[in-house]
């Protein structure tokens, strides 16, 4: 008798056994969820254009309000001096407001002055798309 309650707790320990790695399993897999997950965001563009304007601070770094190519982040430089709408090899803080507000417009796919988080991953998705000039 007593063997055949050791043999009954040994299939129970083993069932519950695997059950506890799946359910390790499935919890690793819902921390990792949780972890990367990023809400949905909405901004708008007057919020944008605040932002833009911080960032432009930022990158000035010798505050004589013009961003020359040596303050501009080295992976970042082409795509930031397309802004230079002049062609002087600086960026003023009208281009860059102006380029940033448009860029703005581009997301706003719906054109209703909020660019969502699903906006903006579909409009980076379209560009990305698009062949470099």
Same mark, same amino acid.
């Given at each position: 008798?007593?063997?055949?309650?050791?043999?009954?707790?040994?299939? %129970?320990?083993?069932?519950?056994?695997?059950?506890g790695? &799946?359910?390790? #399993?499935?919890?690793?897999?819902?921390?990792?969820?949780?972890?990367?997950? *990023?809400?949905?965001?909405?901004?708008?563009?007057?919020?944008?254009?605040?932002?833009?304007?911080?960032?432009?601070?930022?990158?000035?770094?010798?505050?004589?309000?013009?961003?020359?190519?040596?303050?501009?982040?080295?992976?970042?430089?082409?795509? %930031?001096?397309?802004?230079?709408?002049?062609?002087?090899?600086?960026?003023?803080?009208?281009e860059? &407001?102006?380029?940033?507000?448009?860029?703005? #417009?581009?997301?706003? %796919?719906?054109?209703?002055?909020?660019?969502?988080?699903?906006?903006?991953r579909?409009?980076?998705?379209? *560009?990305?798309?698009?062949?470099?000039?």
């Amino acid at each position: 008798m007593k063997a055949g309650l050791w043999i009954v707790a040994a299939m %129970l320990a083993a069932a519950t056994a695997a059950c506890g790695t &799946s359910d390790k #399993d499935k919890q690793a897999e819902a921390d990792a969820r949780a972890a990367s997950f *990023q809400p949905p965001s909405v901004m708008s563009r007057l919020d944008f254009g605040s932002s833009a304007s911080r960032r432009f601070r930022a990158l000035d770094r010798n505050g004589d309000d013009i961003i020359s190519d040596d303050e501009l982040p080295r992976p970042e430089a082409p795509r %930031l001096m397309a802004l230079d709408r002049n062609g002087d090899g600086e960026i003023t803080e009208s281009e860059w &407001s102006e380029g940033m507000l448009a860029r703005f #417009d581009r997301m706003d %796919l719906n054109q209703d002055g909020t660019v969502t988080s699903e906006e903006r991953r579909t409009a980076m998705a379209r *560009q990305q798309a698009q062949p470099a000039k």
